[in-house]
């Protein structure tokens, strides 16, 4: 599955994109989005998602299986 940023509380502060492993963070259109299908959720490189433990705020970045 991918990551989802919750753009009603991301404060664009451009730190999960460069920690994303995958490069699957990306600015446009005045927002983060994540492309779900270069999102791995850092499997394989790391045991955490790197978005989420850099993401100042809490419940920003989620599972995008949560949303559903």
Known sequence: MAM???????ISCYACEQECPTK???FSNGKFEIDP???????GFYEEQQCVAICPIDGCILKLEELQ
């Open 24 to 26: 699957a963070i990306k």
């Open 4 to 10: 989802y940023i919750n753009q009603e509380m991301c």
């Open 37 to 43: 299908r270069l999102c791995v959720e850092c499997e």
